[in-house]
């Protein structure tokens, strides 16, 4: 359960970066590459819609 907040919060805050022009990580890069950088037209995006996808 608290592997489920934590994941949920990092959206909440990740999709509030996002609206302020940071991205976390790039397409294609492997999870332990990634970094908070200026969101660029390669950069992931948090999805508000993953707020509520609890089953992956």
């Given at each position: 359960m608290r592997v489920a907040v934590?994941?949920?919060?990092?959206?909440?805050?990740?999709?509030?970066?996002?609206?302020?022009?940071?991205?976390?990580?790039?397409?294609?890069?492997a999870n332990a590459e990634k970094d908070w950088h200026r969101c660029g037209a390669d950069s992931d995006r948090f999805e508000l819609d993953r707020l509520t996808d609890f089953g992956r």
């Open positions: 934590a994941c949920k919060a990092m959206t909440i805050y990740g999709i509030a970066l996002n609206e302020r022009g940071w991205c976390y990580g790039r397409e294609n890069e």
